[in-house]
């Protein structure tokens, strides 16, 4: 049963405070005219008033704007986002055969992008999550509209799942160190936080990683946030809570940056309900710092991490990488009555070539 398949397109919770027309240089002008205009006609006091009224809009739309561009908390946005809901199937969160249905369900969130890859990375990591139960997958594109052929994928699957559409902003994309996978993660955020049952735990599973499926019930009875070691990962090869007595201390990881939390997207879940009741749920626009800005954001403190994978001691997954391949453009003219036209034509849907 498809609960609800929508094309809808929405922005973030963050707006600009003007529309585009009110930013258009003919609107100010019509405004100063209209301004001129009104005050020929009054008298004195009623001058006063307007000049009062006038001037107290331009200080509050100077403030306001500033605000946003120059006073904004460090990674949020400066830019609208932009997002597109594009189908969302909840067929199997409650009609599983054989599985428990009082079992909380485990949100995995999933963004990717188009490239030579990515069709092979979503199927491998799709029908891995088909061996796990109770487990509805969020799938978000860095894109402005839906893959037709993940899409698919996810209709074939036969996985509970939401499929949605956020492209990184602009600006973002300019900078030296670019927000991987941010926006799109910030949209299933969202989702989870507008439809997501409180005795749901969310997780972020990048498309390249690998993972054992042990982990999904080791993360299941999740209460508030719970971490485990990380693989393949930094200059120590792994990224690990470091546990004493049962509980988190402090972190093993290669790169401590100045991050309270020194983890792996891969290497936490949080109970929804829990996310829930945080007032100010972000995931930051900073490379390498989107983690342990959306941890902070949880108002986390480190003693109340639970703690999983036999106390941290075994890897449940991994930060495996894909090499990459290129983006090609093919010569097809003598192919265009023959098996390869069709084939090609599918591959570039796929992202796997120009
Ligand atoms: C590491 C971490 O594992 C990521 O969780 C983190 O977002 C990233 O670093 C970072 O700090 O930027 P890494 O393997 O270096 O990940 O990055 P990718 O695998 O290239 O990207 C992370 C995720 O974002 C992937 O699921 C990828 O498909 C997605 N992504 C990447 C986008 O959605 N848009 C992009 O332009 C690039
Ligand atoms: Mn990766």
């Known amino acids: 049963m498809i609960a609800s398949v929508e094309n809808r397109l929405y922005t973030g919770s963050r707006h600009y405070l003007t529309s585009k027309r009110m930013r258009s240089p003919s609107f100010a002008i019509e405004l100063g005219l209209w301004v001129a205009a009104s005050f020929m006609g009054m008298n004195r006091r009623q001058r006063i008033v307007m000049a009062i009224i006038v001037s107290g809009s331009l200080v509050y739309i100077i403030l306001t704007q500033a605000l946003l561009v120059f006073g904004s908390a460090p990674g949020e946005p400066t830019q609208p986002e932009v997002r597109k809901l594009c189908a969302v199937d909840l067929k199997r969160e409650d009609s599983t055969k054989g599985s428990n249905i009082s079992a909380p369900i485990i949100y995995v969130v999933t963004p990717t992008y188009r490239r030579p890859e990515m069709v092979a990375e979503l199927t491998r990591l799709g029908q891995t999550l088909t061996l796990v139960k109770r487990i509805?997958?969020?799938?978000?594109?860095?894109?402005?509209t839906c893959t037709a052929p993940i899409t698919e994928l996810l209709q074939r699957l036969g996985l509970?799942?939401?499929?949605?559409?956020s492209p990184m902003p602009e600006v973002y994309r300019k900078e030296r160190y670019v927000p991987r996978g941010v926006s799109n993660r910030r949209a299933a955020l969202e989702w989870v936080?507008?439809?997501?049952s409180d005795r749901a735990v969310l997780f972020f599973l990048d498309d390249d990683n690998a993972i054992d499926v042990r982990l999904f019930e080791e993360m299941r009875p999740t209460e508030t946030v719970s971490m485990w070691p990380v693989g393949l990962i930094g200059d120590y090869t792994v990224s690990s809570p470091i546990?004493?007595?049962?509980?988190?201390?402090?972190?093993?990881?290669?790169?401590?940056?100045?991050?309270k939390f020194q983890v792996d997207m891969a290497?936490?879940?949080?109970?929804?309900?829990?996310?829930?009741?945080?007032?100010?749920?972000t995931m930051p626009y900073i490379a390498g710092h989107e983690e342990d800005g959306f941890l902070k954001s949880l108002g986390l403190s480190i003693k109340d991490i639970e703690v999983k994978a036999d106390g941290c001691t075994k890897i449940y997954v991994w930060h495996t990488r894909t090499a990459k391949n290129p983006s090609r453009a093919l010569k097809l003219e003598k192919h265009q009555n023959d098996n390869i036209k069709v084939l090609t034509d599918n591959m570039r849907e796929m992202g796997m070539i120009k």
Do not use: C, M
Not at 136 to 144: F, G, K, M, P, Q
Not at 193 to 196: A, D, M, S, T, V
Not at 267 to 281: E, I, R, T
């Open 136 to 144: 509805h997958w969020i799938v978000a594109e860095d894109s402005l």
């Open 160 to 165: 509970s799942y939401t499929h949605l559409a």
């Open 193 to 196: 936080q507008e439809h997501g």
């Open 243 to 259: 546990v004493k007595d049962g509980k988190v201390v402090a972190f093993y990881d290669g790169w401590p940056a100045g991050r």
């Open 267 to 281: 290497g936490f879940a949080v109970n929804v309900g829990f996310l829930k009741k945080q007032k100010k749920v």
